[in-house]
C-alpha cells in the first residue's frame, strides 16, 4: 500500500511541474486606454465606462470573467472599478471590454490640489494597474502607464 501511495504522489508531483512550466512562457497581455463615457453617480462621486483594448500576443486564447483596475494620476489614487464582465481574448488576437469605475469627491478635491502648480501643456504622469480574472491559476495582471498633458484653458469667445 505504500508503494501505490508513493507512485501516486510522484505523479501528481509531476503533472503539478507540468502543469507549472506550461504557465510560464506566456508574454504579459498588452492593454490600452482607449475611452471614457460618463455613467451616472452618486451623490458626490463620478462614474466613467473605461473602455480598454486588451491584446493577447500569445498563442493561446485567454479567457476570464471578472476584471479590476485601478487608476493613478500624478501619483495618487484617482478612480478604481471592477467589472464581472467575462470574455475572451483570442490566440494572437484583441478585444474592447469596458470597466465602470468611480471617482470619489475626495480623490477630486486631493487631485486639484496637487494640479495647483501645473501649467497648460505639463505632463501628468499617469497609472493603470489591473487584473483579469479566471480562477486561481488563470488570474492575468496588467499595467499601463504613461504621461498626459495638462489641458488648456478654454479660449474666451
Known sequence: MPRLLRLCLVILLAAGLGACASLSNRDPLRVDLVGLEPLPGQGLEVRFAVKLRVQNPNDSAVSFNGMALDLDVNGQPLASGVSDQSGNV??????????????????????????????PGQEVPYRLRGKLADGLFGTRRFSDSGTLNWPQPPSPY
Do not use: L
Open 90 to 119: 483570442p490566440r494572437f488576437g484583441e478585444t474592447v471590454v469596458s470597466v465602470p469605475v468611480s471617482i470619489s469627491a475626495f480623490s477630486v478635491m486631493r487631485q486639484a490640489w496637487g494640479a495647483a502648480g501645473y501649467q
